[in-house]
């Protein structure tokens, strides 16, 4: 038996338990009176209805000594035969219990105050009202102990340590909740779109910012629909706790009953493309401020509210300047470079309130020309060089050196550095110029012939030749196996008289023959 009376416990200890449940067991278990058949240490041994006994426990050695065998008791008791002690509370719990379901409310009577919630008493029964559930008259509530609140039941604790004692839980906030969505939903019938109402910005996110309308009820304002400017982060506009109009944008009514609605901010104020002067045109020089920076290019912000981009190609004629040497807040003047009233996009230009530094290239540079450069940016196919303020031009991997083929560039030159070279072609409409850094000096190449007698360096002894390079000059060259004197003693780093024999400067090789 002791068993069964922990089943009871057990079920109705569950602190959230549905209600349909707990109405079924409540209503199921009847008060009746019964026999002591016995009576021991471990409690007393009733007699049930169905010829059964039981095991009734829990009792004190004190409470023991006030029943005899053969005495009646009152118990609770359910049909499958689980009995436990009678409590004289049990009625007006069951009472209460059995409300539940209709949605009834309790007139609650505040005894104490907790450390979280309140103490309450219905009809001479307590329950606690746990803080998050006081709701409005919190802090009222919280101040004094002798006010009464309207509660509903929504739960049923059991206090093990204190002798298996139900406590229910109770809310107000629940009332509050279920009146203030009939009034939300009142409410929500009659707005429609393009209602202009108040409302309380409650959190903000990454894509926009969400505002409660009513009690229940909040919308979302898209992180576009915030301003007409450009918006990276929308606390820059709103805050927590702000309170705003808003435009209803959409209602939409969700699969699962609730219902979605966007709401606006920007469109309260006249569009900026309407205050732009509709005079406005292509070569137009306009002044504003910079609103925003990317590595695409600048946004400039006119009087209107208008934004031009102003993109990374039209920054400079210098192409070292880039959109990190621009700041936001500051002022720039530019040409517009195309307008789209359809569209609303403005492209704009700094480098054009310039003259073009390749306009006049013919007076400033010409090929031929030895010229000092400052090594701009490196390529997989060569070196970018600055030769005047704005103008760059390209030197080719081949045009870099005589003897070396150079495949990364970086590995022999840094960024800044400078570099002497001669223009080898310029090309004004297509803005491009050509230039060399070997070509400064004379081609090594053509002063060797077939036949000349040489003086070259041993730099390795292969199986299948040897590696060296002319004295003079530096340029490679080879003594292949095959014109070796096997009796020949070589040695690195020694000096050999040779004869060519071919020379190929495309493939930077010219093959010797030992003198």
Known sequence: MEGKRNKISIEQANPFTGFDNVVNSISDIKTICTNIEFKSEAGLIVSLPNNE????????PEELLKFDTGSSIDVHYDPDGIVCKYNDQYDIYKNIILKTNSGNIYSAQIIDKLKHGLLVTINGLQCFLPEGQIGLEKENCSQTYINTIDVKLISIKLKEKEGNRFLPIVSHKIIEDEKNAIEAQDKLRNIKIGSIIQ???KNITSYGVFVTLFPTIEGLIHITDLSWKRVSDPSEILSIGQN????????KQMNDDKTQISLGLKQLTQRPWELLDKNSKKGDVVSGSICNITDYGIFIMLSSGVQGLVHRTELSWNPKITSKDFHKGQIVTAKIINIDWEKEKLLLSIKQMQADPWEDIEGKIAVGDVVRTTISNFTNWGIFVTIVNGIEGLIHLSELSWTEKIKKPQDHYTLGEELKAIIISIDKDKKKIELSHKQIQPNPWQKYSVGQHVNAIILKIEKHDIQLKLEDDNLPAIIP????????????NSKLECIIQEIDENKRRIILAIA
């Open 199 to 201: 409302g309380t910005v």
């Open 481 to 492: 196996a095959r014109l070796v004197y096997r009796d020949y003693n070589f040695e690195e």
């Open 53 to 60: 006994t039981s095991l009734l426990a829990d009792f004190t």
């Open 244 to 251: 705003i109009n808003v435009i209803i944008l959409g209602i």
